[in-house]
T-cell receptor, first 110, second 115 residues
Framework: KQEVTQIPAALSVPEGENLVLNCSFT??????LQWFRQDPGKGLTSLLL???SQREQTSGRLNASLDKSSGRSTLYIAASQPGDSATYLC?????????WGAGTKLIIKP | DGGITQSPKYLFRKEGQNVTLSCEQN?????MYWYRQDPGQGLRLIYY???????QKGDIAEGYSVSREKKESFPLTVTSAQKNPTAFYLC??????????????FGPGTRLTVT
């Protein structure tokens, strides 16, 4: 059964730092990979979708990559800001269902 | 504005009562989903619907029921058979459930507390 692990579970860094969040799958047979942001008590906001034919996607200060051979994805956040503080979740499309990680809680200190 | 609405935001019920959570979308999406989120866990799929008048069980469907009579609406009923119903419930939709159209969009969620 496909499982998703997100490392680290929590991360606290000073404002301005570049950082990397990790997401790994037990089964590398992932079709699409999506990264989401969730603010406390809120729904999820889609950040980036890497489709099956792609290896990475960029949006502003965010860059997500997917290595299907290893079953790993990374979310790179450049020049972090306090407004980036949130929980970041990854989800992989496996057999037409999204399989979810538990998330990384990110705190950016001013 | 296009989007997904869920109501109410907070819901309190006594044990043994059924409760229905609302989810409406005006994105003209074919597929809709219900997830449950518990602290420290990934989202778990309860039910999903790929088209009107059709729906399938997800990983944790026991104690829940849904209907899909209209394209824009996908209500979830939490029945008294659900042993641990207190959780944050999220509704999502996507253009369809296959291939590159799979990007999901989420509502703001409903926090259900059963005492």
């Amino acid at each position: 059964k496909q499982e998703v692990t997100q490392i680290p579970a929590a991360l606290s860094v000073p404002e301005g730092e570049n950082l990397v969040l990790n997401c790994s799958f037990t089964d590398s047979a992932i079709y699409n990979l999506q990264w989401f942001r969730q603010d406390p008590g809120k729904g999820l906001t889609s950040l980036l979708l890497i489709q099956s034919s792609q290896r990475e996607q960029t949006s502003g200060r965010l860059n997500a990559s997917l290595d299907k051979s290893s079953g790993r994805s990374t979310l790179y956040i450049a020049a972090s800001q306090p407004g980036d503080s949130a929980t970041y979740l990854c989800a992989g499309d496996s057999n037409y269902q999204l399989i979810w990680g538990a998330g990384t809680k990110l705190i950016i200190k001013p | 504005d296009g989007g997904i609405t869920q109501s109410p935001k907070y819901l309190f019920r006594k044990e043994g009562q059924n409760v229905t959570l609302s989810c409406e979308q005006n994105l003209n999406h074919d597929a809709m989903y219900w997830y449950r989120q518990d602290p420290g866990q990934g989202l778990r799929l309860i039910y999903y619907s790929q088209i009107v008048n059709d729906f399938q069980k997800g990983d944790i469907a026991e104690g829940y029921s849904v209907s899909r009579e209209k394209k824009e609406s996908f209500p979830l009923t939490v029945t008294s058979a659900q042993k641990n119903p207190t959780a944050f419930y999220l509704c999502a939709s996507s253009r369809d459930s296959s291939g590159s159209s799979y990007e999901q969009y989420f509502g703001p969620g409903t926090r259900l507390t059963v005492t």
